[in-house]
């Protein structure tokens, strides 16, 4: 391990010292005649004699540009040119050294000129996207068309992406107003308020540690119109419709067996008939040079997922509690949460920022967020059993869940050169409620409760001197606790023919808190040598999670999933607290130029871990370790438009309390879980490697790359069924080493072109992975593997005419080390729009959805899906007719399997609707 990590050194060492000596940095700046600065003047950089370019970037609102090149030649050429201006060469010997311009006024008179609108530029590390230039009529907000932009993708959570990787920031005109809930800024901002979509490539928001840590995430900044910018505006929406056919009173989407109605209510809140549907949604906001604001109020039970916009981003870390209890209810199928979402939302949010001075901020946001949601479905699930055979256990499920959500923060934040300041205070406070039936065909009925607080504070300062040595010191404190519980009622269902047993009622309680406290130091660049910066960092970490849980039933008998006699209550009582110190030591080391950039962290860590069992006698548990947990990264840009990222690191993981208590808990109707285990550890190690290549002029964005990971453990977890017939499983737990690998490829490319705005995506991923599975006390080795390809495409072929496609194709096959194969799964997608002009400014869009699954039984492994919409735009109002779902497909039916197990569900979807909505903005 040593050797290994002496030649990495050797090799990073090798790189540096190259690619410091071959480094030539060009500067200078650009004035007119008069000695006026010419900003965004293009700066173009060749071999002597050549016309290949080797560095191009634009000057700045100053004049100034800054260029750097590798090229082993002994002269160059330096060339200058914009619109209205004279082209300049200059001839200079290749060694750092600043070249200044000083260019004549050309008009150059033309009888005839065709205008293309240039859609990207860029210089550094900034690239500038036009959105007027991608944009088309049917885009209402920024997220439309940011989903149209080279290099850029939008997920289905709302998360951004650039180049595969998560964005580290969202501003708006350089400002952070919504903290990570970017979702707020692109579903509410109007497409047409918005001038530039900047994207800041490798950035630091901290300003102070811009030469100490660098970043390979880039960020996203939104530069507005003039006239969107110091004045209130508010875009509004009001919708309303119904189901064209009366809903069923609670049917669930069985194939088969009896019907099992919901707790109270059905499809989108009602419970039967036609209930009325709505969508509204006012979005005020206002953004000046310093006070921004965006407030939202929206309502709606049509489908649309309002957490989507509440979701944040790169957060800093909040307490929270584990989860024990879970209510076993339909899981969502993998398709648009618009066509399965049968919910009733209502979300406000108020967001504000205030600027106080050059440097510093203060954001004051609130959130508050309540839904009740509707699923039922039909789910088959088999378990392979070695050496009994397989399980195969049905439920058709209907259930309710309710949430009711209320969070608050306050963050000051200072960020200057020289100090930063950061401090985030957040409260929140959650109310879970489930309910649901279950035929399994015995009926089941199941409630779940399950309120939190939370409380916690980010505290984060720097200091640095003009040498750039100082200090950094931060402190998270965070408090979290929920009281939950949950009740089940099992009884025989009274419509087949078996006899009617008892009634028996279970009741379990628990209620758990966290307290955690972790606090860090460290001197920034106490040691420099060349441009290798070292860091020593220290860091205490506490952690308290305590829990107790009680179990209860109510039965004339004991039923066979009650192990133990009730007469010993401990055994289904817990009362225990969880701690968890760390000390730890780091030396981090950095270096950047403008071509390389390398962290290594070596940080040494001690940890001491003990559980004490409050109800049982010697049942404390305890634990010491000391881990080194090496990290290390590089990021170098060989030439213009290319850069290669490789990571390694090792880290080591602990048990938590949810594998240690010595009571029975009833997670779920039917699994019964206790731990009588040590404390285990798990180690895994990861390495990456990432090459990418963009050309802005040409909107060309291609990356590949490949990631193994390797995880071992010193137990194995697993469930057990009594026989064949049980529906009840108990977790089980055997002391062995463990070990699970991954290796996968990914690629991806995407190419904007100026004929028709047409845009092409693809990306692929292949992975391969080996993990180990315990199964009726059983030790199963399983490999699986898969491959996903996905496309997407769209044209604006005349103003109004528009076109898009998405679509994925999947195969996963599975197979245990003893023979047992399962049969491969391919599956398919396709998601197809158009937009057709029709007449007197009316616009008709058409979408068709088509999908395929070779695991689905029987004859058709096909589902689809159709919608139709006629838009018209009188004035600043655009209406809009929809009806989802035309040919009222009521379910989607779905298979898919791990190595052990698959899984069938037919899933109850949002069935034909019509909705009338009204989208206007108002200044």
Known sequence: MRRKIFLSFLVLAAVIITDAAAQTKLSGRVTTTKGEALADVSVVLMPKGSENVIGFTFTDDDGRFAIETAAGTDSLTLKVFGLNVEQVSRDIANRSQTVDFTVGEKVTELREVVVNERKMWGGKDTINYAVSAFASEKDQVIGDVLKKM?????????????????????????????????????????????????????????????????????????????????????????????????????????????????PSGGVGGGSGGRPLLRDVELAGMFFGRTFQNISTLKSNNAGHDLTRELTQFNASSMPSVESYLSLRMPTPPGIGKERWLRNDSHAATVNNLFKLGESAQLNVNVIGYTDRENRDSYAETAYLLPGTGTRVITEQMASVRRTDLVEGEVRYNLNEKMRYVNNYLRVAGQRGRSEGFILTPDRVGQALSQPSVSIGDVFHYIH???????????????????????????????????????????CQEMTTSTLTVNSTLALLSAFTLGHVKFTPRATVYYQNQQMTSELDWQTSHQPSYIIHQPSNSNLYANNSVFQHFRGMVSADLSYQMRRVKASLALPLSYNWLNYHDRLREGADKGLVRVWLQPTASVQYEPATGWTLNASVGQTYQTGSPSTLYGGYILRNYRTLTRYDSRIACSATKTASLNASYKDIFSMFFVGAGVRYSRSQSEVLYGQSFADENSLMATTTMIEMPTTSQRVSLTGDISKGFDWKKLLLKAGVEYAIGTSQYLQQNMVVDA????????????????????????????????????????????????????????????????????YYNSAIVGDDKTFSLTDAALSYKWKRTTWTLTCGNIFNTRSYVTAYHNAINTYYSAYTIRPANLLLKASFKMK
């Open 150 to 262: 080279p290099g850029i993708d939008v997920k289905e959570s709302g998360e951004i992406t650039y180049q595969g990787k998560g964005i580290n920031k969202f501003y708006i005109e350089n400002l952070d107003l919504l903290q990570g809930r970017y979702g707020i800024a692109t579903n509410n901002i109007a497409a047409r308020d918005v001038a530039t979509v900047q994207v800041l490539e490798n950035h630091q928001p901290v300003r102070a540690l811009e030469d100490v840590q660098f970043s390979d995430r880039a960020a996203i900044n939104l530069k507005l119109k003039p006239e969107a910018k110091g004045t209130f505006s508010m875009n509004a929406r009001v919708a309303g419709g119904a189901y064209p056919q009366p809903l069923p009173e609670g049917k669930g989407a069985a194939s088969g067996g009896n019907q099992v109605s919901p």
């Open 464 to 506: 640095r001197a003009e040498s750039g040595k100082g200090f950094e010191t931060r402190t998270n404190i965070g408090y979290a606790s929920s009281p939950s519980r949950l009740t089940v009622e099992r009884s025989t269902n009274e419509s087949t023919s078996q006899p009617v047993n008892e009634r028996a009622s279970q």
């Open 783 to 850: 490999v699986s593997n898969g491959l996903n390809v996905t496309g997407a495409l769209s044209m604006q072929i005349t103003r109004r005419l528009l076109i898009d496609w998405k679509g994925s194709y999947g195969t996963n096959q599975s197979h245990t080390r003893d023979g047992e194969t399962l049969t491969p799964v391919r599956a398919s997608t396709n998601r197809f729009s158009l937009n057709l002009p029709l007449f007197a400014g009316f616009d008709m869009t058409l979408a068709h959805e088509f």
